[in-house]
């Protein structure tokens, strides 16, 4: 069955702009995380979605928001983009929370 | 909260060598997972091991909850095996949210 996609892989913005990730899960899969990863760093996480609703977030500013649609896929905002936003924007996947997680390839944002 | 601590940070092989990576954490967990990030960002899965061993080729896990940590094996390494390796863990508590090591960065050089 198909992977996690994420879409679109490569992304190029300019700050203060705004930009629309989005995330469709393996079929079946009802949880989606959302994570920020910058050169030589950690996951950092961004939040979780099941079922619609979003059951646990991170210790990122308001300027990152998501939501999950009723298919569960899943889109992020990031609105007013500052340089430091650059990084891989990753997505995963999992039966239910907590399940064991699978990964898109990530979108690579780079903000000029 | 809970803690995920992954020894050695860096490891340097040469292709053929074995090695092992260890995941402490501090807290009952539900689960424990490893992944693999590859040079070009994507994660991998590679074993969802809350408890035991497990085998998948050349890698094999041991989940030790009890002892809370966990240990990654890899044999005859290849240069495809470098990149980053991660632990996560799910805490047993109530949002079980996946809770990351800062991983262990493995080179193999041919």
């Known amino acids: 069955k198909a992977g996690v996609t994420q879409t679109p892989r490569y992304l190029i913005k300019t700050r203060g702009q705004q930009v629309t990730l989005s995330c469709s899960p393996i079929s079946g899969h009802r949880s989606v995380s959302w994570y920020q990863q910058t050169p030589g760093q950690g996951l950092q996480f961004l939040f979780e979605?099941?079922?619609?609703?979003?059951?646990n977030k991170g210790n990122f500013p308001g300027r990152f928001s998501g939501r999950q649609f009723s298919n569960s896929r899943s889109e992020m905002n990031v609105s007013t983009l500052e340089l430091g936003d650059s990084a891989l924007y990753l997505c995963?996947?999992?039966?239910?929370?907590?399940?064991?997680?699978?990964f898109g390839q990530g979108t690579r944002l780079t903000v000029v | 909260g809970i803690q995920v601590e992954q020894s050695p940070p860096d490891l340097i092989l040469q292709e053929g060598a074995n090695s092992t990576l260890r995941c402490n954490f501090s807290d009952s967990v539900n689960n424990l997972q490893w992944f693999h990030q590859n040079p070009w960002g994507q994660l991998i899965n590679l074993f969802y091991?809350?408890?035991?061993?497990k085998q998948n080729g050349r890698l094999s896990a041991t989940t030790v909850a009890t002892e809370r940590y966990s240990l990654l094996y890899i044999s005859s390494s290849q240069t495809t095996d470098s990149g980053v390796y991660f632990c996560a863990v799910v805490y047993a508590g109530n949002n079980r949210k996946l809770i990351w090591g800062l991983g262990t960065s493995l080179a193999v050089n041919p």
């Open positions: 995963a996947s999992s039966l239910d929370l907590g399940g064991q997680a699978f």
């Open positions: 979605y099941f079922s619609e609703t979003q059951r």
């Open positions: 091991i809350p408890s035991g061993t």
